[in-house]
């Protein structure tokens, strides 16, 4: 069974633009879930998707944003790149609710704006 | 208010010796799970171990065990046996059954650090 995977690997980009990184979840699972993780700090949640709904958005501005496809496959999009907004992103996906399956981690994308 | 709480940013422990990552957390609901993640300084989150809510004991994966106290909320990681290969960060998440899907919570994170 393939994993999340999550693509690019790694992203450079320049103040001001954009940066689109995208995630597909374990076959199955409904759910996707975006994280943040600055150098060094704890994972700080960015959004939540299920059944191509946003079902909750973490506290963070509007220039994140993003959307799951009908094939539950997501993307996570970020308008006027900051310096600040370099960080590593996690994407995971997991199965319905009441299954008791864990959260699956894709190996994230490592963004990087100069 | 933070719902998933742990208290203490590094560690250090000797190799072979055991040592226990504490977790606690914040919910009124009856029905939610406990995880453990590591996360090498490569980045991927490894799952470690699952704890429910109704589950009665506590749960073990080779030499990692969660030790669950419901009525204090806490769920706390025991590694026995530290290996070299265990210095990483570990975080202790929740996850919360609402009614429209399920949540996960992190908590901030212990860096363990394993000493030769």
């Not at chain 1, 700090?41 to 509007?62: H, I, K, M, S, T």
């Not at chain 2, 208010?1 to 560690?11: F, L, R, V």
């Not at chain 2, 669950?68 to 530290?82: D, E, H, P, T």
Request: proline share 4%; charged share 15%.
């Amino acid at each position: 069974e393939a994993g999340v995977t999550q693509s690019p690997t790694h992203l450079i980009k320049t103040r001001g633009q954009q940066a689109t990184l995208r995630c597909s979840p374990i076959s199955g699972h409904t759910s996707v879930y975006w994280y943040q993780q600055a150098l060094g700090l704890g994972l700080q949640f960015l959004l939540w998707y299920d059944e191509g709904e946003e079902r909750n958005r973490g506290n963070f501005p509007p220039r994140f944003s993003g959307r799951q496809f009908p094939n539950y496959s997501s993307e996570l999009n970020v308008n006027a790149l900051e310096l600040e907004d370099s960080a590593l992103y996690l994407c995971a996906s997991s199965g319905r609710s009441g299954d008791n399956s864990p959260l699956h981690f894709g190996n994230g994308t490592r963004l990087t704006v100069t | 208010a933070q719902k998933i709480t742990q208290t203490q940013p590094g560690m250090f422990v000797q190799e072979k010796e055991a040592v226990t990552l504490d977790c606690t957390y914040d919910t009124s609901d009856q029905s939610y799970g406990l995880f453990w993640y590591k996360q090498p300084s490569s980045g991927e989150m490894i799952f470690l171990i699952y704890q429910g809510s109704y589950d009665e004991q506590n749960a073990t994966e080779g030499r990692y065990s969660l030790n669950f106290q419901k009525a204090r909320k806490s769920a706390n990681l025991v590694i026995s046996a530290s290996q070299l290969g265990d210095s990483a960060m570990y975080f202790c998440a929740m996850r919360e059954d609402l009614n429209y899907g399920q949540n996960f919570v992190f908590g901030p994170g212990t860096r363990l650090s394993v000493l030769p």
